[in-house]
Nanobody, 116 residues
Framework: QVQLVESGGGLVQPGGSLRLSCTTS????????MAWYRQAPGNQRELVAAMTVGGSTNYRDSVKGRFTISRDNANNTVYLQMSSLKPEDTAVYYC??????????WGQGTQVTVSS
C-alpha cells in the first residue's frame, strides 16, 4: 500500500490562504487518482478535489474557484492550494491515493482551522 505524508495545515483567518502537500512513497505516475478529502466534526468525510494521472480534475461545488489541486511529478507530491478560505472550510484534510482494483490509501490528516 502507498504511504502518504501530508503537511501544510494550520490556523488562518477568513479570506486567507494555505497550501497542503501530500508526498507519496511510490512513483506518482503509478497512482491513477490522487484526491483530497476533508472531515469536519460531526460530518462525514467528503471529497474536496481529485486529479487523475492524465490530469483531469474534479472539485466539489463549494470550493470551485477557490481551491486548486496540482501535482509535482518529479517530487511525487500533490498539492491543494486553498484561497479565500471560509470558516466552513475548517476540517481535517486527508490525502487519498487509489489505483483500482486495489483499496485506497489514506494519509494521517492535517488540521485546517479558519477563524478570526
Amino acid at each position: 500500500q502507498v504511504q502518504l505524508v501530508e503537511s501544510g495545515g494550520g490556523l488562518v483567518q477568513p479570506g486567507g490562504s494555505l497550501r497542503l502537500s501530500c508526498t507519496t512513497s511510490t512513483n506518482i505516475f503509478s497512482i491513477y487518482v490522487m484526491a483530497w478529502y476533508r472531515q469536519a466534526p460531526g460530518n462525514q468525510r467528503e471529497l474536496v478535489a481529485a486529479m487523475t494521472v492524465g490530469g483531469s480534475t474534479n472539485y466539489r461545488d463549494s470550493v470551485k474557484g477557490r481551491f486548486t489541486i496540482s501535482r509535482d511529478n518529479a517530487n511525487n507530491t500533490v498539492y491543494l492550494q486553498m484561497s479565500s478560505l471560509k470558516p466552513e472550510d475548517t476540517a481535517v484534510y486527508y490525502c487519498r491515493a487509489q489505483s483500482p482494483p486495489g483499496p485506497p490509501s489514506w494519509g494521517q490528516g492535517t488540521q485546517v482551522t479558519v477563524s478570526s
